[in-house]
């Protein structure tokens, strides 16, 4: 089997509300996102997508996706993509780093790989069955009030699980933002204060010792020395996300003690492939592990769960979904949604989702024949 063309589609995809993170330094109302199909020779067809949340929140940008894939695309073109590790060592000879790049040219890859093979990838990555993943709501930063209001909104959708967007220049509004949430949530919902970087060290040490904080802290500071420190000397368990872009950063976390566990997200560590070697190595040193990708369609969120749900039940935690915020939805009634408060991925062969072309519009850019 070989890769006889690349398509390359671009969307952009307003969200349903203005988005607020870092304590509201970072604001989001639509986001760029590169859709990807490859054709064989065989006759199967992937698909992948890459979208970045924005070109503020980490150095990753749509138009620089697009540039990436005039480099990229003929590089594959008559490479058999069942050949994953392969394609990846071809991807990172051709062009070094550009992670965002790559993931969806990979995650194309698994598509055609799972329907040659008639399984479904959560099936391919080691999973016993179509396993339904918690999924978790994403409050964006406000005042106590404004982000209670949201939890419950999201509660009576069936969300247990909530990332809560904290963090600016003022400790004492972070504590009361803390404590507000703490105090309103139900026992058996949980929280995790997500910091994105907006702290100090200095900072997030004050904070944290100041309050009585549920359950996990993410990203508090911007570098994993910085996070490592603070988790030395405070109580909550550290996620770590923005900061953990390869394996190396991985496996240093781990050495130096920073975190208990981490988001895993195709798209920031290089696509599925990559994703999936942190996530065994998560699973053997014991981490907890939100898998989900940092934006995209229900076609890239589907991707992540696949990998969730092929992830044993004690390091697995809720996955967020991307496309819950958008107001166009490229890949109707299909792939994995929230249902209660569970997102269950498809187990038809491949990823289980194609986007509606009426939708995509039409291609920016074609490679091979």
Same mark, same amino acid.
Request: one cysteine or more; charged letters at 20%.
């Given at each position: 089997?070989?890769?006889?063309?690349?398509?390359?589609?671009?969307? @952009? =995809?307003?969200?349903?509300?203005?988005?607020?993170?870092?304590? &509201?330094?970072?604001?989001?109302?639509?986001?760029?996102?590169?859709?990807?199909?490859?054709?064989?020779? @065989?006759?199967?067809?992937? #698909?992948?997508?890459?979208?970045? #949340?924005?070109?503020?929140?980490?150095?990753?940008?749509?138009?620089?996706?697009?540039?990436?894939?005039?480099?990229?695309?003929?590089?594959?073109?008559?490479?058999?993509?069942?050949?994953?590790?392969?394609?990846?060592?071809?991807? @990172?000879?051709?062009?070094?780093?550009?992670?965002?790049?790559?993931?969806?040219?990979?995650?194309?890859?698994?598509?055609?790989?799972?329907?040659?093979?008639? =399984?479904?990838?959560?099936?391919?990555?080691?999973?016993?069955?179509?396993?339904?993943?918690?999924?978790?709501?994403?409050?964006?930063? &406000?005042?106590?009030?404004?982000?209670?209001?949201?939890?419950?909104?999201?509660?009576?959708?069936?969300?247990?699980?909530?990332?809560?967007?904290?963090?600016?220049?003022?400790?004492?509004?972070?504590?009361?933002?803390?404590?507000?949430?703490?105090?309103?949530?139900?026992?058996?919902?949980?929280? $995790?204060?997500?910091?994105?970087?907006?702290?100090?060290?200095?900072?997030?040490?004050?904070?944290?010792?100041?309050?009585?904080? *549920?359950?996990?802290?993410?990203?508090?500071?911007? $570098?994993?020395?910085?996070?490592?420190?603070?988790?030395?000397?405070?109580?909550?368990?550290?996620?770590?996300?923005?900061?953990?872009? $390869?394996?190396?950063?991985?496996?240093?976390? #781990?050495?130096?003690?920073?975190?208990?566990?981490?988001?895993?997200?195709?798209?920031?560590?290089? &696509?599925?492939?990559?994703?999936?070697?942190?996530?065994?190595?998560?699973?053997?040193?014991?981490?907890?592990?939100?898998?989900?990708?940092? /934006?995209?369609?229900? +076609?890239?969120?589907?991707?992540?769960?696949? +990998?969730?749900?092929?992830?044993?039940?004690?390091?697995?935690?809720?996955? #967020?979904?991307?496309?819950?915020?958008?107001?166009?939805?490229?890949?109707?009634?299909?792939?994995? *949604?929230?249902?209660?408060?569970?997102?269950?991925?498809?187990?038809?062969?491949?990823?289980?989702?194609?986007?509606?072309?009426?939708?995509? /519009?039409?291609?920016?850019?074609?490679?091979? &024949?």
């Amino acid at each position: 089997m070989k890769i006889t063309r690349i398509i390359i589609y671009q969307l @952009d =995809m307003p969200l349903n509300e203005p988005y607020y993170l870092s304590g &509201g330094r970072l604001k989001f109302e639509s986001l760029d996102s590169t859709f990807v199909e490859i054709h064989t020779d @065989d006759g199967l067809v992937g #698909w992948g997508e890459g979208c970045p #949340w924005g070109h503020t929140y980490l150095p990753a940008h749509g138009a620089g996706i697009r540039a990436g894939m005039e480099i990229l695309a003929p590089v594959l073109i008559g490479q058999d993509p069942r050949s994953l590790d392969h394609i990846n060592r071809l991807m @990172d000879v051709a062009l070094p780093g550009h992670p965002y790049v790559k993931s969806a040219l990979d995650m194309a890859c698994w598509d055609i790989t799972g329907q040659a093979s008639n =399984m479904p990838l959560w099936q391919m990555m080691g999973g016993e069955c179509a396993t339904p993943v918690a999924v978790n709501s994403s409050i964006s930063t &406000g005042t106590p009030d404004e982000m209670i209001a949201l939890i419950r909104r999201a509660s009576q959708k069936g969300y247990r699980t909530h990332s809560a967007k904290i963090g600016g220049s003022d400790p004492a509004t972070d504590i009361a933002r803390i404590e507000a949430i703490s105090n309103a949530l139900p026992a058996h919902e949980n929280v $995790t204060f997500d910091v994105n970087r907006a702290w100090t060290p200095s900072t997030a040490i004050q904070v944290l010792n100041s309050v009585d904080a *549920r359950d996990w802290v993410e990203q508090p500071c911007e $570098t994993l020395d910085q996070c490592a420190h603070v988790a030395r000397r405070v109580r909550n368990p550290i996620m770590l996300d923005e900061c953990m872009h $390869t394996f190396d950063d991985h496996l240093n976390a #781990w050495k130096i003690g920073a975190c208990e566990g981490v988001k895993v997200k195709p798209n920031r560590v290089g &696509g599925l492939t990559r994703a999936r070697q942190i996530r065994d190595f998560g699973v053997t040193v014991g981490w907890q592990m939100h898998i989900e990708d940092l /934006g995209g369609s229900a +076609l890239a969120d589907t991707a992540a769960i696949h +990998l969730a749900a092929s992830t044993p039940d004690e390091n697995r935690l809720a996955s #967020w979904l991307c496309h819950y915020h958008l107001s166009v939805d490229p890949v109707p009634n299909m792939g994995a *949604r929230n249902v209660e408060g569970f997102a269950t991925p498809p187990s038809s062969p491949g990823l289980g989702v194609v986007p509606d072309i009426n939708i995509l /519009g039409e291609p920016i850019a074609v490679y091979g &024949g």
